[in-house]
């Protein structure tokens, strides 16, 4: 079955502990991206890629890094130099960038910073 | 500023009745929308789109009208069923093919 997974679905963390939020698609799809998702608000880009070991800044990519050396995987790493991390994230994919091309998610992690 | 609103955070329906969800959005450049569905803890999965070339676009029980004198779009969902009960997103596509997201409307199908 072709799909987007992420994991885990919950996530619970120390403050000042960098974490790493995995996200794996075999849809061949060349874009990847990662959203953050708060109650009541719509989903804001952290960070995204068009290729293989190329990606671009969202909205809100303070506090977040990335990596894309392959194209199945986009790992977002939370730093503790993010603020506010408690967070729903949301990673996605589609075939490509500069199109009309529909995105694909995954089913979330749910991170919690205590 | 939100570039794409929706300004009711819930709508109750009765089953079998239609279901209209809102959506403006204030940038007169964006000339594609999509309409997503989301279930709690999932992420959200596409329902429908519609190019600003078009008025209407019909999908089974789902129809997105686009008014863009207006800038305003809605979704239709006829007749509403149990399982349409979701968070549904309005998105617009910005001139670098990004997606700007609504925050969001809460349906919920009465039975």
């Known amino acids: 079955d072709g799909g987007i997974t992420q994991s885990p679905k919950y996530l619970f963390r120390k403050e000042g502990q960098n974490v790493t939020l995995s996200c794996e698609q075999n849809?061949?799809?060349?874009?990847m991206y990662w959203y953050r998702q708060d109650p009541g608000q719509g989903l804001r880009l952290i960070y995204y890629?068009?290729?293989?070991?190329?990606?671009q800044k969202g909205d809100i990519a303070e506090g977040y890094s990335v990596s894309r050396e392959k194209k199945e995987s986009f790992p977002l790493t939370v730093t503790s130099a993010q603020k506010n991390p408690t967070a729903f994230y949301l990673c996605?994919?589609?075939?490509?960038?500069?199109?009309?091309?529909?995105?694909?998610f995954g089913p979330g992690t749910r991170l919690t910073v205590t | 500023d939100q570039q794409v609103k929706q300004n009711s955070p819930s709508l109750s329906v009765q089953e079998g009745r239609i279901s209209i969800l809102n959506c403006d959005y204030t940038?007169?450049?964006?000339?594609?929308f999509l309409w997503y569905k989301k279930y709690p803890a999932e992420g959200p999965t596409f329902l429908i789109s519609?190019?600003?070339i078009k008025d209407k676009n019909e999908d089974g029980r789902f129809t997105v009208f686009l008014n863009k004198s207006a800038k305003h779009l809605s979704l239709h969902i006829v007749p509403s069923q149990p399982g349409d009960s979701a968070v549904y997103f309005c998105?617009?596509?910005?001139?670098?093919?990004?997606?700007?997201w609504g925050a969001g409307t809460k349906l919920i199908i009465k039975p």
């Open positions: 996605a994919s589609s075939i490509a960038t500069g199109g009309r091309y529909e995105q694909y």
């Open positions: 849809l061949n799809h060349d874009a």
């Open positions: 890629s068009q290729i293989v070991n190329d990606f």
């Open positions: 940038n007169s450049m964006f000339d594609y």
């Open positions: 519609i190019s600003s």
């Open positions: 998105a617009a596509m910005d001139s670098n093919y990004q997606l700007i």
